[in-house]
């Protein structure tokens, strides 16, 4: 120690004065410095060692020190023993020193100090000769001699009694004496006298006598109740501890590697534990392995656990895999050979087979928890113990009827636990032991049955009611004990279990007493907590999922029953896991679904159970997104989840409860993706499909009774769905939850727009908007068809509460209601059958429709609070409630779908019979099912008919109170649409068909105050805001009413007969005149049919309108709304050519723009367009459709006075009518006026007559035949002037038309088409007439008209190519100037000549004729169909005409010879395909006009023959492409290649062309007309010849 830094010397010279003070105040520093003890400690020893050093050195008096000493001694209550310490070490160094002084001053300060140190402490440290120098001893040789003989007595000398003096004989005598036979009177008491005396006598050491004792009873563990109270009697003569301690020897001995300790030394600690003999404590420690090994063994095995499920979960190449297993083979033995011997272990079987269940529960709890039961031997010596414990209950409760059960007998042990005589003992014990024992009670399985049992027994009697509360207090706490056992207990145990499917039924016999809100948490603790507690299920999960593996990957549809029996194996025990496993498999590959379901028969009740709620799990995953990436669709893991639902709860009778709960909370927070899955399971269950694909006779079949619907009215045959809606319609009652599924849903239904769509798709809200109404619909559906009326009338509320408190829509409100009303009336005229037994079919009637009032009167009184007042002034209440309450099964029988049914068994009957193959008792059954089936059918036929019958008499009493119409006809009708019609005409397809057949059938009844006519004609007139608000489903159901609307237009207009028959003296049809220009009275009047087809054919028109609008927004509703309506109406519209052809074009348009961008959009105008081609033959020509009689203006007038625009109808309407005549007057003058002008721009340059023009194109041509030819010839000239001023005016617009037509509005162009359409539309009619009486009058030698005539001819062809090539719209404009130039009479030379006064005339004129022809339905319609008949007419004589025109022409020059040669062989060429579409076009014509046609036979067998001369061929030319489909689409082919490089160039060349040719006035109209024929072939021929022909015309 240099401790020369410690003390400083100035202290020591200073000492009196400040050194005393500075040691005090650093000893106290040290002192109090408590941070570092270790390092204090050693300061203040070489403080004390410095101040003791100074003393010894002679620098300081012991006086001093002493003094010093004597102060710092207070500072810590150690201090004397370190001054003691610095003394010893202070005596030893002095010692060695040889200066005596040194030693005394030493001496002289110990003894200044004796009084701080005390005696003993100084004899320990101090060397006996400093001791005998201090007086402390006398000698420190007798102290030295003393000491080692204390120490001998200590250490070596033996304490017990010696060997020798100890004689055999005694021992002998000892075991002699206690292994005698004990059956007699002797007594523990007898012997321990005996004992003692041999003690005595032969010296026996007592130790070893006890140690004896214990041998001998270890060998006769029989007699417990001998050595126990010998052993307590003898431990009276022993210290206490003496027994453990022996005991203690005794298991050190077996502690050695390899040693083994006997069962009988535990059994033997155990009874002593048991009897309080030695402490539990004292025992513990003398017992091997030290608890740290256990802890390290139980984290070992834990980390083995997830080692192997790291290896499983691994890709293992196969020759990997061999070695590993070798590998884990052998590891295995070595474990097997040399298990370590846990002697805590075996001393606590030993307890649990004694029943000392206290010191077992205190040894257990030392150790990890299920550490000790994972040791199968401690875990059935557990089990043993329950048995034991339970047996007195089971007895009682638990027993099986009929099972015997072997009785356990209990212990005979006093100390062992109480048995239990009542479930609350369980409590008390029992429980306790079952939470030791965990997973382990899988060793087990007869134990498992019988806690089961108990499970069921205590079930049966808490859920019935006859308890007092305390009692259910007690009940309820003995509940929660159960969950918790089933949870660590019950269910654990099952994993481990080796596929004992008896122990999941039973289990389930318990389980289902359980609520499913219970059984769902424990299977969600089992699959997710249970599996992660215990290293041994950890690997147990692991090896499940490597066997559903393998399983999986090898399911297929061939395999499904031997898979099926694995998956049945492997599932009794691992439920969760391996249905986790399968779900995440069919949520990846949907073609999975089938052969699962299939497989899954093998399953026990509990299994099934575990499915249901591992499903609802995988719905309700928080991680998974239910839409796909594109936010449009829903994912198809839903999807594919949803259909497995349908698939496994229709075949398994697994319990729907949650899952329907499930269905309905997500609807209450507003999600309603998942009711994909309840529209799966209804679908499957109940055999009720929604969809919207349905056919018109599947429809029709779902308007008759259940057995038809079942029969005909789905797409599968959906049998045996009886007990699974029975089973569906059960969870649905049980739980209550029929209505509230229907309330959200109806709620939902809005909310899917207007809370949840918030940021999604357009497409998705719509596609989650029509699920959620779809569902409802086949929700509803199931339970009108599935509850009885009791049920149903107990469940649905009164309309007005369903809509003024549920907040129901009232489409659902009364679709939910309707079938309550439906069963009310039956019940009710049921029971007045049955008070009067009257027959009559009056007295039916009569007592129908007073049950009708019965049921109906307060439904009346509670509509009204629906809407507001002024509603009630149009239509009344019961009208109202009549139209929602009715379906097509109240209106009318499908008797077409009875007999296609009946028809079907009887092919199925027959074919049954010829079927040889089919075993005789099968033949019988089935011909039997077909007969019955029949027989129900044709009883359910006659069933409806009757009551279809009921109801219309019904109704024909009703009718009068129905429209009240205290306002106007025309706002009744709006209130009928907008309250009635619309709303429930795309609620569902059935109540589309519903809503068309009711306004018929009020037609039908005469109604009052019901306009027919107004009623259809708002239906057709604007489609465009129904259409665009409808989402996919509802487009396609309106689409649906529409068609049955225009089915029963169609049928009026067929025939003027069933017009008349139908609708001729109908109020319905009444048109009031109200004209001033009258006599100023009111007259009435009938619409004629006549006046009827042209408003139908108003109608097509305005459709044609509206579709037109729709495609060309752009917007994806609009467009895909349009196409279904079109699709769904296509038999009926379009019936007019020149509509179709308009609607082909649009379409066609829509396939090209949308075939990259919108896949889905492109799809279904695809679709569309292909059914609208194969239509085509059916469409028919404008004139055919209706007749035109009347001039022009006269005609219009009369369309306004009768039509639908007449003034019995409302303004509006009239007015609307009014400004389309308006509109068609004007434009119909401005042609006039254009037409003229042409004209006589072409008297000056062609010196041609104005006949010749005016057959330009549009209604031109007509106003020309109307009038005279001097006439014409002055207003040509006056009209010129009016067209040179009104040309300006026109030119913009057709520039706009031309060039800006993208850019303009969509309403503006739609506008235009109205106009340009109905100008062409209402004209033309009369004028064929009268064009007809011209032809008659002239004779054929009138050059010109005939020009006229044929040229009227090319240019129809020409269009009628035009119209079915929409796809080349600028080659049309190209080939457009080319016709126009032989149709007009070189009209473009007029266009040409125009151009000097006013720039971009000629450009423009082309443009505008060419946007019309692309935007209107056909440059014009009636316009072609008039050509048509004047064609057929005169063919024969204009083609003469023609030959003896163009002969002359041609002979001019040697060139047109040659291209006369390339004529002729075209024709040669085309005459043959010419004859055969003319036949063609005949046998069309024939068969599909509703019109009578005036085409003369005589002239048509001419026109035939004469199909020889050049002439007529010349014309055939222009006129089969248009015919010939095939060589059209050849051309469109061609064309689509050839016009996209060169369109402009060509377009100019042959303006150029025609400029040119219009120039030299030599040329004949016919050449012109030639080369244009020619052009055209040239077009279809190949480029290189185009230009060609274009050349040299132009050389021309």
Known sequence: MAAAGALPAEWIKNWEKSGKSEFLQLCRMLSENKSHENVTFRDIQQALYELANHVVKGNLKHEQASNVLSDVIEFRDDMSSILADVFCILDIETSCLEEKSKRDHFTQLVLACLYLVSDTVLKERLDPETLESLGLIKQSQQFNQKSVKIKTKLFYKQQKFNLLREENEGYAKLIAELGQDLSGNITSDLILENIKSLIGCFNLDPNRVLDIILEVYECRPEYDEFFVPLIESYMYMCEPQTLCHILGFKFKFYQEPNGETPSSLYRVAAVLLQHNLIDLEDLYVHLLPVDNAILEEHKREIVEAKQIVRKLTMVVLSSEKTEEKEKEKDKEEEKTE?????????????????????????????????????????????????????????RRVGVPKGAKGSPISNLQNKKAPKQAESFE???????????????????????????????????????????????????????????????????????????????????????????????????????????????????????????????????????????????????????????????????????????????????????????AYCIIEALANPEKERMKHDDTTISSWLQSLASFCGAVFRKYPIELAGLLQYVANQLKAGKSFDLLILKEVVQKMAGIEITEEMTMEQLEAMTGGEQLKAEGGYFGQIRNTKKSSQRLKDALLDHDLALPLCLLMAQQRNGVIFQEGGEKHLKLVGKLYDQCHDTLVQFGGFLASNLSTEDYIKRVPSIDVLCNEFHTPHDAAFFLSRPMYAHHISSKYDELKKAEKGNKQQHKVHKYITSCELVMAPVHDAVISLHLPKVWDDISPQFYATFWSLTMYDLAVPHNSYDREVNKLKVQMKAIDDNQEMPPNKKKKEKERCTALQDKLLEEEKKQLEHVQRVLQRLKLEKDNWLLARSTKNETITK???????????????????????????????????????????????????????????????????????????????????????????????????????????????????????????????????????????????????????????????KVLNLGQALERRVHKICQEEKEKRPDLYALAMGYSGQLKSRKPYMVPENEFHHKDPPARNAVAATVQNGPGGAGLPASLTINAAKLEESTAEETDKLKEKTQGAVKVINKTANATPKVTTSNGNSASNSKIIKEKEDKEKSGKEKDKEKKEKTPA?????????????????????????????????????????????????????????????????????????????????????????????????????????????????????????????????????????????????????????????????????????????????????????????KDRKDRKRDHSNSDREVPQDSTKRRKEENGTTGSSKHSKSESPSDSPRSNEKEKEKNKSKSSGKEKGDSIKTEKMEKSSSGSKKESRHDKEKTEKKEKRDSAGGKEEKKHHKSSDKHR
Request: with cysteine; net charge positive; proline share 5%.
């Open 338 to 394: 040399k298990p370590p011997d846990n002697q805590k272990l075996g001393l606590l079987e030993a307890l649990l087979k004694v029943g000392d269940w206290q010191h077992a529960q205190s040894i257990m709890d030392q150790m990890p928890p299920f550490y000790a039961t994972s040791h199968k031997p401690i875990a059935i010596a557990l089990c043993q113990l329950v048995h034991v414990t339970v047996e007195p209950l089971y």
């Open 425 to 611: 003992d369980l409590r008390k014990e029992v429980f306790n032991m079952l939470c030791y024992l965990g997973p382990h009670l899988s060793h087990d399985p007869i134990l498992f049955a019988k806690v089961v049992r108990l499970g069921k027994a205590f079930m049966k009697e808490f859920q019935s009611d006859g308890n007092k509360q305390e009692d259910k207090e007690k009940m309820e706490i003995l509940f929660s004990c159960l969950l918790n056992i089933t949870d660590q207990v019950l269910l654990p145990s099952l994993t481990l279990m080796d596929c004992n499917a008896c122990m999941s039924e039973e289990l389930w016999g318990m389980f289902k007493t359980f609520p499913y809100q219970y059984r769902y948490r424990l299977y969600g603790q089992w699959k997710n907590e249970t599996y992660n507690s215990h290293p041994l299920l950890v690997k147990v999960k692991a090896q499940t999922i490597d066997r559903a593996k393998y399983i999986m990957k090898r399911l297929t549809k061939e395999n499904v029953k031997p898979s099926g029996r694995q998956i049945g194996k492997l599932s009794h025990s691992n439920p969760t896991i391996l249905f986790d496993y399968i779900l995440s498999q069919i949520q990846k590959y949907d073609n999975l679904i089938t052969p699962v379901v299939d497989s899954l028969k093998y399953l026990t009740s509990l299994n099934y159970d575990v499915l």
């Open 976 to 1134: 009928f649409l907008q309250l009635c019609i619309f709303p429930r005409c795309i609620f569902s397809a059935i109540d589309a068909v519903y809503c068309a057949h009711f306004v018929e059938l009020v037609h039908q009844q005469k109604t009052p105050n019901f306009s027919t006519l107004l009623c259809y004609d708002r239906v057709f007139s604007d489609i465009i805001y129904t259409v665009a608000s409808c989402t996919e489903n509802e487009a396609s159901r309106y689409g649906r009413f529409l068609c049955c609307m225009l089915e029963t237009v169609t049928r009026w207009h067929s025939d003027r007969n069933i017009y008349e028959k139908e609708c001729g003296n109908y109020p319905g049809f009444l048109t009031i005149l109200r004209a001033t220009g009258f006599d100023g009275g009111n007259k009435a009047d009938q619409l004629d049919y006549e006046n009827f087809r042209h408003v139908v054919h108003k109608w097509h028109y305005k459709l044609t309108k509206a579709s037109v609008h729709c495609l060309e927004t752009g917007e994806y509703t609009h467009i895909r709304n349009i196409l279904i309506v079109l699709t769904k109406i296509l038999p009926w519209y379009p």
């Open 1290 to 1478: 026109a030119i913009p617009e057709a520039k706009a038309l031309g060039k800006d037509g993208k850019d303009k509005p969509k309403e503006e162009r739609a506008n235009k088409d109205d106009k340009t359409r109905e100008t062409k539309e209402k004209t033309p009619k009369s004028d064929k007439e009268k064009e007809k009486a011209k032809k008659e009058e002239k004779t054929p030698k009138d050059e010109k008209s005939k020009t006229v005539v044929t040229n009227a001819e090319s240019k129809f062809a020409a269009e009628k190519e035009r119209e079915k090539e929409p796809s080349r719209e600028r080659d049309v404009a190209k080939d457009m100037k080319s016709k126009e130039n032989i149709k007009g009479g070189e009209k473009l030379s007029v266009a040409g000549s125009l151009k000097s006064p006013v720039p971009r005339s000629e450009t423009s004129e082309s443009e505008r004729e060419q946007k019309r022809r692309k935007v209107d339905t056909h440059s014009s319609p009636s316009h072609s169909s008039t050509v048509k008949d004047s064609l057929s007419e005169l063919k024969d004589s204009s083609a003469k005409h023609y030959i003896n025109h163009t002969t002359p022409a041609l002979s001019k020059s040697k060139e047109r010879e040659v291209d006369k040669k390339d004529l002729d062989k075209s024709r040669e060429r085309s005459r043959e395909r010419e004859k055969k579409d003319e």
